[in-house]
């Protein structure tokens, strides 16, 4: 089978949208199918395109058996609403106008949102080359626009939206969701149940695997006797981090204690405000580090973080973030109530707290560094559930057979 995905972000990008694209796609192409990702040129997440791609309008490499065709985009950093727009809008506007005839006629399109700008490129694709289309859904945009506040829910831009994102719901072969409770969601908005399928992230335990916390960067910061509790991921505004800070000023008297936050976004130069205003002197933020590190950052950590704002809306999520820190057992200390509350707590290998409660993040950090054996223990048996319900060849395999069928149907 031809399968054209059609993603903004693929590695050498960091984060959870190129990570899942990748490893899906690689995974697909080793079972001996055909598999081509139309992506951007990379920049993420800090908008500079490196010279090896700077001023080229298509670049074709291959990645593990995955051809990769890159067309051109503005890039931008991720910050600032109207430069992210037009980035959204350059890449699905240069993939189909572009990228598209650099790419082998398929037999399934798949396109992957957010943006729901690369998803509508991906229905344009599909059309043009007369392809079913599938459309992958990790974020239900408009509606976490208005959950983390950037706008109304009835503003024009939300309501437009909302018109774009029922469109391709009712044009889509297949739904393929990331949870449950997304699932739930568009049935009850009145979409066919029997075209919506959910394949949950999940992880490479090959990549993501227990490793000792004595590590270079343990050792780079200088924290080697320390109990290190750590956040990675985007700094945006759905992710309370201002919690975290919060809560390591109120352990600022202990000597044994730090916090690591590794990420970009567009609340990272507020927070590194904060931090040095306040003189929060136990907080280190890193930035962003390559794919291929992240593992060592995990392994750096004594506990991680999975933080979001309380929002109905994020009772739905399930950060993949999840089963990498499960997989090279840390423990987890998750403030995102719902289905990802069900299933960390269900694995055994983290707690939860209330998003946004300083206090009982504090409580809880605390019983994990004067009884440090109740963490590991957590760890290892996060590790094992991940192991047995989440690697992520077991969902690419199921992910290929929605293809098969979504192809076979006449």
Request: hydrophobic fraction near 45%; proline fraction near 6%.
């Amino acid at each position: 089978m031809r399968i054209l995905f059609l993603s903004q972000y693929f590695p050498p990008e960091p984060g959870a949208p190129a990570a899942r694209v990748s490893e899906l796609a690689t995974a697909w192409a080793r079972a001996g199918e055909q598999v081509t990702v139309l992506t951007a040129m990379p920049n993420h997440p800090s908008g500079v395109v490196p010279a090896g791609y700077r001023g080229r309008r298509v670049v074709r490499e291959s990645r593990e058996g995955v051809d990769v065709v890159r067309t051109w985009i503005y890039a931008a950093p991720n910050s600032g609403r109207v430069r992210r727009s037009l980035a959204y809008a350059s890449f699905a506007a240069s993939a189909v106008v572009s990228g598209l005839w650099h790419t082998p006629q398929p037999d399934v399109v798949i396109a992957t949102s957010p943006q729901l700008l690369c998803a509508c490129a991906g229905r344009l694709a599909a059309l043009l080359r007369r392809a079913p289309f599938i459309f992958e859904v990790r974020d239900l945009w408009p509606e976490s626009i208005v959950a983390v506040g950037a706008l109304p829910a009835r503003h024009p831009v939300v309501r437009a939206l909302t018109v774009v994102e029922e469109s391709l719901y009712r044009s889509a072969r297949a739904i393929v969701v990331v949870t449950d409770s997304f699932r739930e969601r568009l049935v009850g908005r009145g979409f066919s149940a029997d075209k919506i399928h959910v394949v949950k992230n999940g992880v490479d335990l090959g990549r993501f695997a227990p490793a000792p916390r004595d590590t270079p960067l343990r050792r780079e910061l200088g924290w080697q006797d320390m109990f290190v509790v750590g956040y990675v991921g985007t700094h945006g505004m759905a992710h309370a981090l201002d919690t975290v800070l919060d809560a390591a000023k109120r352990l600022g008297q202990r000597p044994d204690v730090r916090f690591l936050l590794v990420g970009d976004g567009a609340e990272r130069s507020r927070l590194e405000q904060r931090v040095s205003t306040e003189r929060i002197e136990n907080v280190r933020l890193l930035g962003s580090v390559a794919r291929d590190r992240i593992s060592e950052v995990y392994a750096t950590l004594d506990a991680a973080l999975v933080t979001l704002r309380r929002s109905e809306l994020f009772t739905s999520v399930l950060p993949s973030k999840i089963f990498e820190i499960a997989a090279m057992a840390r423990p987890i200390l998750l403030s995102v109530d719902g289905e990802a509350r069900a299933l960390v707590e269900a694995s055994g290998g983290g707690v939860f707290v209330p998003p946004e409660d300083v206090g009982a993040m504090v409580d809880a950090l605390v019983h994990w560094i004067e009884e440090p054996a109740v963490g590991i223990r957590m760890g290892l048996a996060g590790r094992s559930y991940v192991a047995a319900h989440f690697d992520r060849e077991s969902l690419a395999r199921a992910y290929l057979e929605i293809l098969r069928r979504s192809v076979s149907v006449a």
